[in-house]
């Protein structure tokens, strides 16, 4: 049983279109993270957030922490081709070491 | 300043052999942790350091898998003998301060296990 599901897996759009990528969970998570993973390379942190109803910007990244922290939203404007890559939520627990991955979405931005 | 540094990028080994795997983090950051990525699946936690000690080794998968992190510093995980579910992708990954996730975690490129 899978603890985060993300949903689209794959996304495949033009480029300049919008786009939302989500995470969601039926746990309660104590922080929320987003990262960016290129082929062959590690997971890069985006974002984290914290407070259930929080949003952050990151120039044309929006991410939004669900109110009762359990769900999480990722909304990109006017997608450009260097956007492309997977993009992973991973949530953190209470009394859990470890973040808790969701199998990512892979996102291509069409020039 | 250097990042997180994983040896080898790519082991190829045959059932039953021992592989060992090496973490550098960065300089200063007292957090150590492994991951791995098995095909088709999440990345999992395995477990985590605090300068030398073990604090959570909950995700470990099984006796074949020893972590250590002699002298604080770097860290190594060695498969014996190995499996052919054990291939996938080992992370390593560090933080600076104490407390769950209260600075950026630091990935490293990981290690590409294949066992044959």
């Known amino acids: 049983t899978q603890l985060l599901e993300q949903s689209p897996q794959f996304l495949s759009i033009q480029e300049g279109e919008n786009l939302t990528v989500y995470c969601n969970s039926s746990s309660v998570f104590s922080s929320l993270q987003w990262y960016r993973q290129e082929p062959g390379e590690g997971p890069v942190l985006l974002v984290t957030v914290v407070t259930g109803g929080e949003v952050k910007k990151l120039k044309r990244l929006t991410f939004q922490f669900g109110d009762a922290r359990k769900d999480s939203s990722l909304h990109i404007t006017a997608a450009q081709p260097g956007d492309t890559g997977l993009y992973l939520c991973a949530g953190a627990r209470g009394g859990a070491d470890g973040l808790t991955f969701g199998k990512g979405t892979h996102l291509i931005i069409q020039p | ?116």
């Open chain 2, 1 to 116: 300043e250097a990042g997180v540094t994983q040896f080898p990028s790519h082991s190829v080994i045959e059932k039953g052999q021992t592989v060992t795997l090496r973490c550098d983090p960065i300089s200063g950051h007292d957090n150590l942790y492994w991951y791995r990525r098995v095909m088709g699946k999440e990345i999992k936690f395995l477990l985590h350091f605090v300068k030398e000690s073990k604090q959570d080794e909950s995700g470990m998968p099984n006796n074949r898998f020893l972590a250590e992190r002699t002298g604080g510093t770097y860290s190594t995980l060695k498969v014996q003998p190995a499996e052919l579910e054990d291939s996938g992708v080992y992370f390593c990954a560090s933080s600076q301060e104490g407390g769950r996730y209260n600075s950026p975690l630091h990935f490293g490129n990981g290690t590409r296990l294949t066992v044959t």
